[in-house]
């Protein structure tokens, strides 16, 4: 057996805010555990045909998350993988009752300025749409950390090279399962 494979044995679940690193983590984790990788935005633009800012345009946030929530179901019914899931996924109850039954949850948490460094390069956040980054990641961050706070484990990655993250990650869950670490 080799010393990843108790960690391999269920899906893991990255939560935490929009930035914060859980797509691209997430890709490196899965390549470090030998697990595939799933983007549940990515799964949702895909099951939709359109992009998520498309979807909160023509169709308004309640359907995002109805189908968020659906495709999220799906992928947790499938073998065990690593799932990048949206910032707000894991505020559903449903979405949330979903991941606990099926994955281990992973709260991945970075400074709000250092998130806010992060999303402000990139226009592709409808939640963001003519808003200062910061002070929607503070009104986020207040409503969404008790929530998060519900996940199996928390890492609070700083501004730490993905690389790094990935193995602050392992180490939690080895922690976590009660296996021994690297």
Do not use: C
């Amino acid at each position: 057996m080799d010393r990843y494979e108790p960690l391999r044995r269920r899906t893991i679940a990255l939560v935490g805010l929009m930035g914060v690193g859980k797509s691209s983590v997430g890709r490196r984790l899965a390549n470090a555990l030998g697990l595939p990788f799933r983007d549940a935005d990515a799964e949702v633009e895909s099951a939709a045909g359109r992009s998520i800012p498309e979807i909160f345009a023509q169709l308004g946030e309640p359907a995002f998350r109805d189908g968020e929530r659906r495709v999220i179901g799906r992928l947790l019914e499938g073998p065990p993988h690593v799932l990048a899931t949206g910032g707000g996924a894991f505020m559903s109850p449903e979405t949330r009752g979903l991941i606990k039954q099926h994955a281990l949850s992973i709260w991945l948490k970075a400074d709000l300025e250092v998130l806010a460094r992060r999303v402000g390069r990139k226009d592709s956040r409808p939640l963001l749409a003519g808003k200062d980054p910061i002070d929607v990641l503070r009104a986020q961050a207040e409503i969404r950390y008790p929530v998060y706070a519900e996940a199996d484990i928390s890492v609070e990655t700083g501004d730490a090279a993905h690389h790094v993250t990935v193995g602050q990650v392992i180490a939690a869950m080895q922690a976590y399962l009660g296996e021994p670490a690297e």
